[in-house]
């Protein structure tokens, strides 16, 4: 391993990182311009012709469920909203009493989306670089695990809307992944160089990448559970419970059994590293109350009288303490696993 | 356990009069229930929070002691109610008991139940197929043979009747789901056997001196209360070289880079000796074992003569790292034989020695590039060694040294080679040399190996019965043609797309009907 980091990657990863920061804030703003004029016209739309039968089929809410159509294959947020809002009389192009919006509105969504896969691709390739930089896997410290957890959660989303209607999310991820990588440069931001000896181990690679995917996943579902508790009843741009309880449910069963296997992982290392498998350091500690409590939301869905809000709270409780391990871990407690290098 | 449960009214109607049998019934149904779990889980979890608060015996012995000495009333209270001790504290296990105990009281009944399941038989096709959650009119001539060998195909279970066929599939979803649970309890009885059959000790070596695997050996050593002294593993080993290397510039200057020590390892006594390098990250086994290297730290060799003129003491002392940056280090070296007074000295090493502008003296970097030995403290007198209690290697007390006659406060420091007279013909120290220390944990845990399976074995069941879901598909063949319909009695939306697979597959035959649905 190199002792000395080249300079010159080390900066191209720095730089990297504020042009994906910029992209991210340009995607949000399209995702919000999305959300606020896109969705709402095709919910005014349905409102509409209620008794059309094609309501019945609401835009986003239809998450893969083909509701009665078999044969109709899953289709994807931007095209499904076109369909139901031609279905009900209401061509986007012209749109009922001249509340819609225009066109270019229209496609602010699959714009944003397209900024966000750019941003993404900065975000890696500046961790990358850092890596390549100090010839080592780029995840040695804080600034390393922030920047890499919000690539995991703009990844996370980028790749579950691919698969299921949930552009609506995009605001609430870019923005988190912006602010993440904000407060990742200016407040965390070491130079780079190589890592404290006992993260050389291949395990690094194991452990902390299983950690940081599962918690991206995880940032989804938070994300679903924060707008679920603040969301009005009113409010029709925004998705319905139903969608934010079923997209956080399914990140969630994703990223519970990739947690189980990084805590495993860790473990393995602890039993390479540290001499014990299992300690009861601070950040084991969380890991394990984090465990426990995404677990307990896996039970609460599955216990009548917890489903619902109940359940949301559990998960955001579990989300809660997922941050604090990552953030109020290392600052706070002393422990094995202060490898967070803070900049003094 | 994630499947959906009705409400457990058994749990909510307490018994209105009825005897300690109907008591004790209801106290099981009640700590066996969905609901019950769930809040232990919880408590669980809220139970574990002070253990990362206060610091906690076994994992930061230092701060516990610290904690006691600087707030001893509050200290004696939370130690009251084992907030030093979370993880071993009585209450911690009341929980974890109890959980586990509903935990079997919820999957004896449930793997009973899934393995009557395992043998039954799908269930008859509805009358109205078209009321079902998934539902399709099929087309072409369909028979009822053809239609359950093309379930068959699909790995559905199928029967079939006059007129319907009936498949049904993802039985894995409850095994997993059993199989999970058992793995947890699995992982719990690794944990208790590795405490009660497993040990830990901890020694420092310096170099050139050896370590033999028997208690009298360690400098700590802490037992399961099951192991018995003789079935220590007997290996032994010398270090013969300690290695570190530090980063020499830039904003890092300083952090380690890498350290490994070379053993002269025997395996058994008698054995031939084999080299090998003990790294971070690369425990030394033997026989399952293991020997770690967890720290390290310098020891500078002094020869001290006494005011009698005999050599009182000739070799290495451990130095605690005061300053982890630098390794600026401190020691303590005490004489009981040193005539006529005793001698106990503190020095400070400096691994790369310069003198700051005050006057005194710090260390710059970790490496050894220009070690000094300061002497900062050197008295004559009693060192209460006597009395029988166990004194620290690394300090005097306080209440000692102050009996003690000061000989000299702050000397210059010496370098390797160089002698410092003590004042009033005390005796003289001579600094020698440099040597480096690595301090070693040594562990034999006998449940490691069942730990990971079990874990392992949960993980893999664990996704089986997250991603698996029950599903039953049925067919009806009748005057007015062929139709399907289909249900999934676990929760997540889009068994649709399934069911469209399903039905081309019903169609066309299931390898173009999954190249058609693909
Ligand atoms: C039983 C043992 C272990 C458990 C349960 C465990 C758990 C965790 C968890 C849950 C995280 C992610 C937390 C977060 O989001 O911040 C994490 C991160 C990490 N772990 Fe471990 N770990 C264990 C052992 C180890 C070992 C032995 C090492 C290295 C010697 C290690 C190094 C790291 C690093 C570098 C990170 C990322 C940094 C951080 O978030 O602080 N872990 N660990």
Known sequence: ?344 | MTVTETPDTTAEARPAKLGAVGWARWFWRTLTSMRTALILLFLFALASVPGSIWPQRGVSDAKVAQYHTDSPALAEWLDRLWLFDVFKAPWFAAIYLLLFISLIGCVLPRTAAHLRELRRKPPAAPRNLSRLPQHAVLDGDLTVEEAARRLRKLRFRVITGPGWAAGEKGYLRESGNLLFHVALLGLLISVGVGSLYGYRGNVLVVEGDGFANTVAAYDRYMPGTQVNAESLEPFSFTLEDFQATYIARGEKRGQALDYSARLAVSDRPGAAERTYELKVNEPLDVNGTLTYLIDHGYAPTFKITDGSGQVAFEGAVPCLVVQPATFASECVIKIPDARPRQLGLMIAFLPSAVPTQDGEWTSVFPGAANPAAQVYGAFAGDLGMKDGRPQSVYEIPAEILKKMTPLVMKADPLEVGRKLDLPGGAGSIEFTGVKEWMALQITHDPGRMPALLSAALATVALVFSLTIRRRRVWVRIGDGGAEAGGLTRAEGGDFGEEFARVVAALNHGPNDGAKNAR
């Not at chain 1, 080390?10 to 004029?37: E, K, T």
């Not at chain 1, 395990?203 to 679903?224: D, E, K, R, T």
């Open chain 1, 1 to 344: 391993m190199p002792a000395e980091a080249d300079p010159t990657l080390a900066a191209l990863s720095d730089q990297l990182i504020l042009v994906a920061v910029l992209f991210y804030v340009v995607a949000m703003l399209g995702y919000a311009l999305d959300l606020a004029f896109g969705r709402s016209s095709t919910r005014s739309s349905e409102a509409a012709a209620p008794a059309e039968e094609a309501a019945a089929v609401p835009a986003g809410a239809a998450l893969a469920t083909v509701g009665g159509g078999v044969t109709t294959a899953p289709e994807k947020d931007g095209d499904a909203g076109a369909a139901v809002t031609g279905d009900a009389g209401t061509g986007t192009d012209a749109p009922a009493g001249g509340r819609g919006p225009s066109p270019w509105v229209l496609r602010a969504g699959p714009a944003a989306v397209v900024l966000s896969w750019i941003g993404f691709a900065l975000n890696l390739g500046s961790l990358l670089t850092r890596g390549l930089a100090a010839g080592r896997w780029p995840w040695g410290n804080m600034y390393e695990f922030v920047v890499a957890m919000c690539l995991a959660a703009m990844g996370a989303f980028l790749l579950m809307q691919l698969r299921y209607p949930i552009r609506f999310l995009g605001a609430f991820v870019s923005a988190a992944a912006a602010l993440g990588l904000g407060f990742a440069v200016h407040s965390l931001h070491v130079e780079t160089g190589p890592a404290m000896v006992a993260l050389n181990s291949y395990w690094i690679a194991i452990h902390v990448s299983a950690a940081i995917i599962a918690s991206g996943l995880f940032i989804v579902a938070g994300a679903c559970g924060v707008i679920y508790l603040i969301r009005h009843d009113a409010a029709a741009h925004l998705p319905t419970r139903e969608e934010l309880e079923r997209v956080a449910h399914r990140a969630i069963v994703i990223g519970f059994p990739i947690w189980t296997f990084a805590v495993i992982a860790g473990a393995l290392w602890a039993d390479k590293a540290w001499g014990r498998y299992w300690g009861w350091d601070p950040k084991e500690v969380w890991a394990f109350i984090t465990w426990v409590v995404y677990a307990g939301y896996l039970h609460a869905r599955a216990t009548a009288g917890w489903k619902g809000k109940a359940a949301m709270a559990v998960q955001l409780v579990a989300f809660a303490s997922l941050l604090f391990n990552l953030i109020g871990v290392n600052i706070f407690f002393e422990g094995l696993h202060s490898y967070a290098e803070l900049p003094g």
